[in-house]
Structure formats: structure tokens, C-alpha cells
């Protein structure tokens, strides 16, 4: 079992900053690829970042990218997403995952197995 606690969500207005993070525990940290996706309401989960075991490869999806970061620091079994340049349609909850398995598409929900309780991001405008 992977433990995922996410932070460092909050209000804040267009333009603005957040940093989130994700806090693994429970299994080796660097065995995992891991992700961020966000929900917001009425919508289905979506795919936002993820980034591979050695932190070499990151992918993201379209409307973030140039605004967005996904790191990670396997020392502290933490992962990162960083978030500039906010917009109103980047309010959501976001959630933290983690993937076991070396094979399939990454940027779908179902690649991963462990998930964190989410933390809820908030655009003004």
C-alpha cells in the first residue's frame, strides 16, 4: 500500500501562484511513476501531469503546459506541481497518484493505483 497526502491547495486570484505537494509513503517512492489529475464540478476526472521514476520525463496536457511543473524529490518521497499563471478554468479538486506498472498510457486514471484524498485549487477571477 502507497499513502498519498496532498497540500498546499487554496484561493487564490487569476495570475496567481500555488505550489502543490504529495507526501508518499507506505512503499519505495522511486518505484512509482506518479501523477496529477483535477476534477472539477459536474466534470469527469482529467489528466494534468505526470512525471517518471528518475524525475527525467515529464508529460502534460495541453492547456497547461508552459504554466504548470510536476517534479519530484525521490529523497523526500515527495512529488510537486507547481501551478503559475492561474486561470478561473483551472479551479478543481486535485489529486495525487501513484503507478506501479511499467506498461500503458499514463495520462489515463487507470494507469495508477494509489490515490490521495485530494486538495481543492480555487481560481478567482
Known amino acids: ?12 486570484q487569476a495570475g496567481g501562484s500555488l505550489r502543490l ?15 496529477w489529475f483535477r476534477q472539477a464540478p459536474g466534470k ?5 501531469a505526470t ?10 496536457t495541453d492547456s497547461v503546459k508552459g ?11 515527495t512529488v510537486y506541481l507547481q501551478m503559475n499563471n492561474l486561470k478561473p478554468e483551472d479551479t478543481a479538486v486535485y489529486y495525487c497518484a501513484a503507478g506501479a506498472s511499467y506498461y500503458g498510457d499514463y495520462r489515463s486514471s487507470l494507469a495508477y493505483d494509489y490515490w490521495g484524498q485530494g486538495t481543492q485549487v480555487t481560481v478567482s477571477s
Do not use: H, P
Open 1 to 12: 500500500q502507497v499513502q498519498l497526502v496532498e497540500s498546499g491547495g487554496g484561493l487564490v
Open 67 to 77: 504554466r504548470f511543473t510536476i517534479s519530484r524529490d525521490n529523497a523526500k518521497d
Open 44 to 48: 469527469e476526472r482529467e489528466f494534468v
Open 51 to 60: 512525471v517518471s521514476r528518475n524525475g527525467g520525463t515529464t508529460t502534460y
Open 21 to 35: 505537494s504529495c507526501a508518499a509513503s507506505g512503499r519505495t517512492f522511486s518505484n512509482y511513476i506518479m501523477g
